[in-house]
């Protein structure tokens, strides 16, 4: 893979598609290493630093795993292996390594964890993470939470970009 500036990002990707171009978010805190298939991220500038935000469920496997995180990666897979998005958006970590059987090659001698496989990976340094506060949103958007809490919001500065260069 290659690494371009920051800057670059948005010449590869629509920031506005990721619901339609998943994405899968991967981090390790030293122990365990597991990712959720992502459908929202928010792109722009934090602190006067570029960033990425992800969005992690409270009631997901991978929550413990970002909350000891010091980097995550958000991974966009090539159109040959976008089967495996299906794959961890439906596979907890809880019930098996999704690491070691999704089939891709886990790249970890980086910041943090990402596939090899993929066709465009930020790297991101958590700069800070807070809970979603239902009581401040739209009325249509507080039914999502309801019954199973908030998620929680991992603010990062992006510190790499990597493309496939094929």
Same mark, same amino acid.
Do not use: Q
């Given at each position: 893979?290659? %690494?371009? !500036? ?5 010449? !590869? ?6 619901? %339609? ?10 122990? %365990? ?5 992502? +459908?929202?991220?928010?792109? +722009?500038?934090?602190?006067? $630093? ?5 969005? =992690? ?5 991978? $929550?413990?795993?970002?909350?000891? #995180? @010091? /980097?995550? #990666? ?5 159109? @040959? ?16 390594? *999704?690491?070691? *059987?999704?089939?891709?090659?886990? =790249? ?10 993929? $066709? ?16 401040? =949103? ?6 999502? /939470?309801?019954? @199973? ?5 991992? !603010? ?8 496939? %260069?094929?």
């Amino acid at each position: 893979m290659k %690494e371009i !500036h920051a800057k670059e990002l948005f010449s !590869h990707i629509d920031p506005f598609a990721i619901h %339609e171009d998943p994405a899968i978010a991967l981090a390790t805190d030293g122990k %365990e290493t597991n990712g959720l298939t992502i +459908g929202w991220a928010e792109y +722009g500038v934090l602190w006067s $630093k570029p960033a990425a935000t992800v969005y =992690v469920h409270k009631t997901r496997y991978s $929550k413990h795993i970002f909350d000891g #995180a @010091e /980097y995550y #990666a958000i991974c966009y897979l090539k159109e @040959e292996n976008k089967d495996v998005l299906g794959y961890f958006g439906s596979v907890s970590g809880r019930d098996e390594n *999704k690491m070691e *059987k999704c089939g891709l090659t886990a =790249v970890t001698d980086d910041l943090a964890p990402y596939f090899a496989e993929s $066709k465009l990976v930020v790297i991101c340094r958590v700069m800070g993470r807070n809970d979603f506060d239902p009581d401040s =949103v739209d009325a249509g958007v507080v039914g999502w /939470y309801a019954r @199973e809490g908030v998620h929680t919001l991992y !603010h990062g500065e992006i510190v790499k970009v990597l493309i496939a %260069e094929d």
